[in-house]
């Protein structure tokens, strides 16, 4: 089926109920088996084998990676050659969308065993046991689905954010499993394939280190010097600089990352055009004015970000809880009639037997928030008061995750990690424990909720039911859970902390997390003056661009969540998804007319083209990531 979608001035000027009926009667599909017995042992099984990718090649990178599409695609194999077997049914494409919530909430349980569990062990000399850091993480897992849920009828009913690797999701899913009959113009799944299958290629080619673990030296010496960047062709002849910095030591580069270009075309022009102000203002004129001043000493990303991050999240911080309390009568009308009778002639809620009873968060937050306080005292040592204050917080840094996401598909969980540890550095100054545990609520709790509100997307799109959606989530949070913490513990770790930071378990996002405690743990005085000043700046430009898009009815350019994401970012990051969000912004324009092959065949087809743009690099870039650990040993 063709997805339907509202336009940008229906989204603008309709309210939520519209929007709520036009999906229901447009979209919504509830009649079509979703939640069944092969979607959820699939997206099971396959979930926990994709969790331990993630654990493998996140204690050697620090990064996890994003499983959704991939697991669309291999359901989809798999379940086609089944039934061709078998002769049963195909997998539908809303069983998928059910398979890839289980499997994605299964691969994201590995990013407390990459971070901050294990800098905790590092920091104390104390294994935490094995059961105690899976029901942690169960918790902190399932507190995000409880978060997640009373902000879907906002970013995705109502603002219909693009959440651009959900989107592509469904988009993937459209294409697989649906027969198009008498379109006009390339196919789409020819169309999905064939950018695709250039992105992986791409992606493959530029991985140098990869060419030279193969045995080819001199090609993949070659790509490691002028093909990753581009801009290395300039600096084979001179060193551009900017007072007295060069560019490349600013992160100013021209990467050939052509997923981020993907994801820039499914995100739109305003957070484009959001993110390359906020990196020109960070990176071509803030780090080097403070370089040459030394207030920032050391060049390169982590240097200037450990400066730049805190006006960035400000920024991100004031622009999202205004943007959420200035609708205040969503939440008031979510909340006002739960356990009461529907008052006579009131106007019903034309999904509320769709969507989560809000009853199901104003009780799950309380009781499982309160159950991390209980496990946080105990298994951590936490002070009661420090771990309830933690849960409020958690809601703050939702909003923002949730924001970020929403717009460019990144969760900035580093950037709150240390926003949550310069908070607790001043609550409990010394406390490097504590630091770091406070930090893995907040910034792994927002982390969930986000990526289940990237999982909901496509059900979104696709007519799915939330309800069946929320329900997978937490079967892949427990499939994963199962799944990779005790190959943690009895197969990478096996008890032996001082295996942490050494070739075999170089676990590089730990070894961050717990420098950045032991540092922050100081307290405010750290930070420099005009650290601070950036986040007064920041927290004004996110309220005063948020107050600037509501009087002008959402036409005001810049977001205050995409400006302050771009001092979060590489600026290469941010210039790839402006470039994205740009080209495809430029040929709506120049092929308007809807005769003409371009319009026909590339701008109504540019979230598939984008979709097999990420999909591609993604699979590409999970199977680099697998063969340089096994490779290298």
Not at 60 to 67: H, I, P, S
Not at 498 to 526: C, H, N, Y
Request: aromatic fraction near 12%.
């Amino acid at each position: 089926m063709a997805i339907k979608h509202l336009t940008e001035e229906q989204v603008r000027t309709w309210t939520l109920r519209q929007k709520d009926e036009w999906w229901r009667r447009e979209v919504y599909r509830g009649d079509v088996p979703q939640f069944t017995l092969r979607a959820v042992l699939t997206g099971m099984l396959l979930g926990g084998v994709l969790s331990l990718t993630n654990l493998y090649v996140g204690v050697r990178t620090g990064w996890t990676l994003g499983v959704g599409i991939t697991a669309v695609i291999l359901a989809f194999a798999l379940h086609r050659v089944f039934s061709r077997l078998t002769g049963q049914s195909e997998f539908h494409s809303l069983e998928n969308n059910i398979m890839q919530s289980i499997a994605t909430a299964a691969g994201y349980m590995t990013a407390p065993l990459i971070a901050s569990l294990p800098a905790y062990m590092m920091v104390t000399g104390r294994v935490i046991p094995m059961w105690h850091a899976l029901f942690w993480m169960i918790g902190l897992a399932i507190l995000g689905v409880l978060f997640a849920f009373p902000l879907k009828r906002r970013f995705i009913n109502d603002e219909q954010f693009p959440f651009p690797e959900g989107r592509a999701a469904g988009v993937v899913m459209d294409a697989l499993h649906t027969k198009k009959e008498g379109r006009v113009g390339v196919p789409e799944e020819k169309l999905l394939l064939a950018f695709a299958g250039a992105s992986g290629l791409i992606n493959f080619i530029r991985d140098g280190s990869l060419w030279i673990a193969l045995g080819a030296k001199r090609f993949g010496t070659w790509v490691n010097d002028y093909w990753q960047h581009w801009d290395d062709f300039i600096y084979a002849f001179a060193t551009p600089k900017i007072l007295g910095t060069p560019l490349r030591d600013l992160t100013i580069r021209w990467d050939t990352e052509i997923v981020m270009v993907g994801a820039g075309g499914l995100m739109g022009i305003r957070t484009g055009v959001s993110l390359i102000i906020g990196a020109v203002l960070n990176y071509f004129i803030l780090a080097p004015i403070l370089v040459q001043k030394g207030i920032i000493v050391e060049t390169g990303f982590r240097g200037i970000t450990m400066w730049s991050l805190w006006g960035g999240v400000a920024m991100m911080t004031t622009a999202s809880l205004f943007s959420f309390f200035s609708k205040p009568q969503m939440l008031i009308s979510a909340f006002r009639n739960i356990g009461r009778k529907k008052a006579a002639g009131a106007e019903a809620d034309v999904l509320a037997d769709i969507e989560l009873p809000m009853k199901v968060f104003a009780i799950g937050i309380p009781l499982v928030g309160g159950a991390m306080v209980i496990m946080g005292h105990i298994f951590f040592g936490i002070d009661w008061w420090l771990g309830v204050i933690a849960i409020p917080l958690v809601f703050v840094f939702t909003l923002i995750a949730a924001n970020a996401t929403g717009l460019t598909a990144i969760t900035p969980t580093g950037a709150l990690g240390k926003l949550t540890q310069l908070t607790y550095a001043g609550l409990a100054p010394g406390n490097t424990p504590t630091n770091l545990i406070t930090a893995g609520i907040t910034g792994e709790v927002a982390g969930h909720a986000s990526n289940l509100l990237m999982n909901i997307k496509p059900g979104y799109m696709l007519g799915g039911k939330p309800r069946f959606q929320a329900m997978g989530h937490v079967l892949g949070i427990i499939a994963g859970g199962f799944a990779c913490t005790p190959i943690f513990y009895y197969a990478l770790f096996r008890g032996n902390i001082d295996v942490f930071g050494s070739d075999q378990l170089p676990m590089i996002a730990a070894m961050i997390w717990k420098a950045v405690a032991e540092v922050l743990t100081r307290g405010f005085g750290i930070l420099h003056y005009t650290a601070l000043v950036a986040v007064v700046i920041g927290a004004m430009l996110g309220i005063l661009f948020e107050v600037l898009k509501i009087t002008t009815k959402n036409k005001w350019p810049i977001s205050g969540v995409g400006m302050g994401l771009a001092f979060v970012l590489r600026f290469s990051d941010s210039w790839l998804m402006f470039l994205g969000a740009f080209i495809f912004w430029v040929l709506a324009r120049r092929y308007a007319d809807p005769k003409s092959w371009m319009n026909l065949n590339i701008v109504n087809n540019q979230e598939t083209i984008c979709a097999g743009v990420i999909a591609g690099g993604a699979l590409i870039g999970i199977v680099i990531m697998v063969l340089q650990v096994v490779v290298g040993g």
